[in-house]
């Protein structure tokens, strides 16, 4: 199964699900850091919640725009998964099937 699907669908980009980013996050991906925008939350100790019910900042027509060095949490959700098909199904999109059901 390739990237190219993860990229295409962006479903769990959309605002559901926010994102904890760690200090390791802002280490690789220094744009995180600073974040003032409406659906962003400073946890204190480094920490932020991004995309709390807003659609990610980092998301571009073009698709995301720090996808080689997106945060830990997004890197979790794995084509296929409960996360991805949840995010697929409410956008009306075919789910993704991994080996003889769908996770």
């Given at each position: 199964?390739?990237?190219?699907?993860?990229?295409?669908?962006?479903?769990?980009?959309?605002?559901?699900?926010?994102?904890h980013?760690?200090?390791?996050?802002?280490?690789?991906?220094?744009?995180?850091?600073?974040?003032?925008?409406?659906?962003?939350?400073?946890?204190?100790?480094?920490?932020l919640?991004?995309?709390e019910?807003?659609?990610?900042?980092f998301?571009?027509?073009?698709?995301?725009?720090?996808?080689?060095?997106?945060?830990?949490?997004?890197?979790?959700?794995?084509?296929?998964?409960?996360?991805?098909?949840e995010?697929?199904?409410?956008l009306?999109?075919?789910?993704?099937?991994?080996?003889?059901?769908?996770?």
């Amino acid at each position: 199964m390739s990237d190219r699907t993860c990229l295409d669908c962006r479903g769990c980009c959309d605002g559901k699900w926010h994102v904890h980013v760690s200090p390791k996050d802002i280490l690789r991906e220094p744009a995180l850091a600073g974040m003032r925008q409406p659906g962003t939350r400073d946890l204190g100790d480094g920490y932020l919640i991004i995309a709390e019910n807003r659609i990610c900042p980092f998301l571009t027509w073009a698709g995301c725009s720090i996808y080689d060095t997106r945060p830990d949490g997004c890197r979790a959700v794995v084509q296929g998964d409960s996360t991805c098909n949840e995010s697929r199904g409410r956008l009306g999109l075919e789910l993704i099937q991994i080996g003889d059901s769908v996770l």
